[in-house]
């Protein structure tokens, strides 16, 4: 049981993300871009972090380089969804202090089980 | 966990709809000469994101399509490729592609799976053609090909894993990690200490330590260094195959950084711009999922297997396109529809619900024991009731409104093609598009909409050299606007085309027996502007297969008329036309004005009303043996009066004095006689036809407060019925009919 902030701009997504890690029994707050994720953020803590890489605003890349700025967010787990296979994305994710990602297309599963590695 | 991913289809589709969307008006805003940057990216993203999510969803064939499309794009955005006109025209061919894919999957109805691939293949081109090289093998990750051989069911690896110090600040944490290979397996970890430093000079944010894990069960190799996959650039990592019979694996101390990374030439892997990229990559498997020589990543990713195979030949797709199993003859479920309404709606709605109940517990108060004493109480809870009534009227039919932007949406579009067809040069220009007007409204609207702005360009707009001749810019412009008047809508479409030749208009009108030739001098210029409207009558002099398609602007004007609105249409030869739709913002409610015929009401529509008079006997005339006419400020209009259009009985055939309501519509004005102007509401429009039938001279009916039935009146009907049944003198004032019948003709 973990509360995680999930920020993706598809609103189908969301809603599977939401869906599935409730059901997992986690705490779910939800952001749209990477603006209002860090603005959420800022507001309450939050174990993990799972954002989508290209949004509007705010990019998920950007978003996981500001949070690692935040002394709250030091060491938090943060997870980038990516379609990006390559490998310069995720570099670039992990420079920024990604601690991993998620590919997509991903089916519930991997993502409860993803998640189960980086938090607890 | 078992999720039905399928209770979010509706929300994908609907979203991905809107993605196209604003995929095909960045592309239609975009100039090729000069690529603007945020346009791109919104193109890209939109791509991107239908990608992903289909994927997810498992719409194979849009997440393979649409893989395509964001590669091509990619590129784009990272300046390696120009674009030009035909690719935009390829990238919108594949939009509309993407759209009939959306439809197929949401109604489960066959997909053209030609197309799809005459347009991968077109895209493939596109890609290869200047980017080739450029693209990042995509297919091939690691997960995807699980080279490893079978192992064996006890398999034992010694892992040595050295963490740099900064491994902590990405959020990874070398315990859990440690747990991660513990979990299918046994794992004996032991730590070494080895460089820690001294007291005085030690980060407690830098990781110092090293582990030697051993890790035992069944396990491979490959399970394990994608427990380390997301920290492999900063640990040292040996996987040592300690299994006794441990088959010829010769990646054992290998080191991390490029036996985990590279490129597995393995042999379902395909060319450089297969689809399937990020599907096979099992980064999030469970280690003992991946299997063994199945290039399948796991059992429930079937469709990637299916979809792995189909790269293998690019060039000959249509063989291997596969085909979603349940899609093939499903029959099509019926679409549900659903509009999105903004928080704010809800919540005004919410508010007056709330007021309408406070209301309520006070009127109840007041009933509880009445007396005469608390009349005051009784009126004011019911003027707060009439309020709260009427607002929760308005904040219900302000859910239905949508911006007008969604019916204009299409047109871009649709210039542009045609436009290209016919060789014009032509530049849409829209305004108004957060104006509201009914869904219902909206979607009736569309069809006529397209068929005016088609006219203007296939008719209007002249060829560039045309117009250079005649000193116009060679680009044409057609603008669509929008604006609230009243309680109306009114949509414009202006062209700076060649306007209408009312010559030509005449002549074709006389010649179709529209207009007698006598009275052809009579006309005046709006009057034959309007004969375009005339049922038979077309202005093309070749049926093009654009616009001649036999739906003639009778049947535009008979669409709008329908919705209760209006068309009107003003020109100048040589400077374009501009066409005015007027319509009502809802059908469901009409601001009417009631008026008295004898014992009936009537209701007549506020819009059409130009004034209200009393009859004076200077300005009556008599035309002919039938025709009554009414001077108003040197204006002669026709005088219909009611109880002959609907055979009510009256008591005197004298009208002087009596009150006349001078009405305007697209054929004139008239002055309608009545006995008495009564109060104006808004009525509900009960509809005729769907309990009798569409009766001449009648809009609908409505239930008034005292529970009575009041018609309504249609004026242009009335108008024309009125003329088919003049004013007879003397009045045979004596046969009774009901008020419907006299319209049944």
């Known amino acids: 049981m973990a509360k995680i902030l999930a920020v993706d701009d598809s609103v189908s997504i969301r809603q599977m993300v939401e869906f599935t890690l409730k059901s997992a029994g986690h705490e779910v707050v939800l952001a749209t871009d990477g603006t209002e994720a860090l603005d959420v953020a800022k507001t309450r803590s939050v174990d993990l972090v799972l954002t989508d890489v290209n949004m509007p605003q705010m990019d998920g890349i950007t978003l996981i380089r500001e949070l690692r700025g935040l002394a709250t967010y ?4 943060m997870l980038m969804l990516t379609t990006e296979s390559s490998p310069e994305k995720k570099q670039q994710g992990k420079a920024a202090g990604a601690t991993g990602w998620i590919v997509k297309p991903f089916n519930p599963d991997q993502l409860v089980a993803t998640i189960a590695r980086v938090i607890g | 966990m078992s999720i039905d991913l399928s209770q979010f289809h509706q929300s994908f589709f609907e979203e991905s709809s809107e993605r196209l969307q604003e995929m095909e008006t960045a592309l239609l805003a975009l100039d090729p000469a000069a690529p603007d940057e945020e346009l791109i990216n919104t193109i890209f993203r939109s791509a991107h994101s239908i990608k992903g999510a289909a994927g997810t969803f498992g719409f194979t064939d849009i997440g393979e399509f649409t893989h395509l499309l964001e590669t091509l794009l990619e590129e784009v955005r990272e300046a390696s490729r120009t674009i030009d006109d035909d690719a935009v025209s390829t990238l919108l061919e594949s939009v509309d592609c993407l759209k009939v894919l959306l439809d197929a999957e949401r109604d489960g109805t066959d997909k053209d799976h030609e197309q799809i691939d005459t347009l991968a293949q077109a895209l493939r081109e596109l890609i290869e053609g200047e980017g080739a090289g450029g693209d990042p093998a995509p297919v091939t990750d690691e997960g995807a090909a699980p080279a490893e051989p079978a192992a064996p ?20 944490e070398p ?15 032991q730590v070494h200490p080895a460089t820690i430093p001294a007291f005085a000079s030690l980060d407690p944010v830098e990781c110092h330590l ?14 394990i260094r994608e427990v380390f996959e997301w920290v492999e650039d900063e640990c040292d990592l040996e996987v040592e195959n300690l299994t006794a019979a ?23 892997a395909a060319p450089a711009e297969t689809p399937v990229e990020s599907a096979p990559e099992t980064a999030v498997a469970e280690p003992s999922a991946t299997p063994v020589s199945d290039p399948a990543p796991a059992p429930d990713k079937a469709p990637v297997a299916e979809k792995a195979a189909k790269p293998a030949a690019p060039t000959d797709a249509k063989k291997a396109a596969p085909k979603a199993p349940a899609s093939a003859s499903a029959p099509s479920k019926p679409k549900e529809t659903s509009i999105r309404v903004g928080i704010e709606k809800i919540d005004d709605i ?9 209301t309520q517990s006070m009127l109840s108060e007041v009933g509880e024991d009445f007396d005469m004493s608390r009349i005051e109480n009784l009126k004011s809870g019911l003027v707060q009731l009439q309020r709260n009534t009427r607002d929760l009227q308005e904040a219900a039919m302000r859910i239905r409104m949508l911006p007008i932007g969604f019916a204009f949406q299409r047109f871009p579009r649709m210039v542009r093609d045609l436009a290209k067809k016919l060789g014009k040069q032509i530049r849409l220009e829209l305004s108004g598009e957060q104006t509201e007007l009914d869904k219902t409204v909206m979607e009736q609207i569309g069809d006529p909409l397209v068929h005016i702005v088609r006219n203007a360009v296939d008719h209007a707009i002249e060829l560039p050299d045309e117009r250079t001749a005649s000193g116009k810019n060679p680009e044409g412009t057609i603008h669509l606007s929008a604006s609230h008047q009243g309680g109306n809508i009114l949509i414009q479409i202006s062209d700076d085309g060649r306007g209408l030749d009312t010559e030509k208009i005449l002549g074709k009108a006389i010649e179709r027996g529209l207009v007698d030739p006598s009275e052809a001098s009579e006309l005046d210029e709006s009057a034959i502007f309007r004969l375009i409207f005339a049922p038979g009558f077309s202005t093309a002099e070749a049926v093009s297969d654009l616009s001649g398609r036999g739906v003639g602007m009778d049947v535009v004007r008979r669409n709008i008329k329908e919705l209760g609105g209006s068309v009107d249409v003003h020109s100048e030869l040589g400077k374009g036309t501009k066409i005015t739709i007027s319509l009502p913002l809802t059908l469901a409610i009409l601001d009417g004005q009631l008026v008295r015929v004898g014992d009936q009401i009537y209701v007549v529509p506020l819009v059409s009303i130009v004034e209200s008079l009393q009859i004076a006997a200077d300005n009556y005339n008599r035309i002919g043996r039938n025709g009554e006419v009414y001077n108003i400020r040197n204006e002669y209009i026709q005088i219909v009066r009611l109880h002959d259009a609907f055979g009510i009985p009256t008591s005197s055939d004298d009208i002087m004095g009596k009150l006349m309501v001078v009405v305007e519509d697209n054929s004139g004005k008239a002055g309608i006689v009545v006995d008495d102007l009564l109060a104006q509401q808004q009525v509900v429009i009960k509809s005729l036809e769907t309990n009798f039938q569409k009766v001449l001279g009648l809009a609908g009916a409505t239930i008034l407060g005292d529970g009575t039935v009041a018609l309504i009146i249609d004026v242009e009907g009335l108008i024309r019925l009125s003329k088919t049944t003049p004013h007879k003198t003397p009045r045979a004032a004596s046969t009774e009919e009901p008020a419907a019948e006299g319209g049944a003709e």
């Open chain 2, 210 to 223: 090293a582990w030697t894990i051993r890790v035992q069960g069944d396990v491979t190799e490959e399970a």
């Open chain 2, 350 to 358: 919410i508010n007056i619900v709330g007021e309408l109940v406070i």
């Open chain 2, 246 to 268: 441990a088959p010829t694996d010769a990646n054992d101390t290998k080191d991390e950084t490029d036996s985990a990374a590279a490129p597995t030439p393995a042999s379902e």
């Open chain 2, 175 to 189: 315990i859990r990690l440690i747990r991660e290979l513990g979990r299918n397996a046994t794992a004996t970890a």
């Open chain 1, 74 to 77: 030091k060491f938090t787990p």
């Open chain 2, 153 to 172: 069911d006890e398999a034992c690896f010694e892992v040595r894993f050295a963490p740099h110090t900064q491994l902590l600040i990405t959020g990874n």
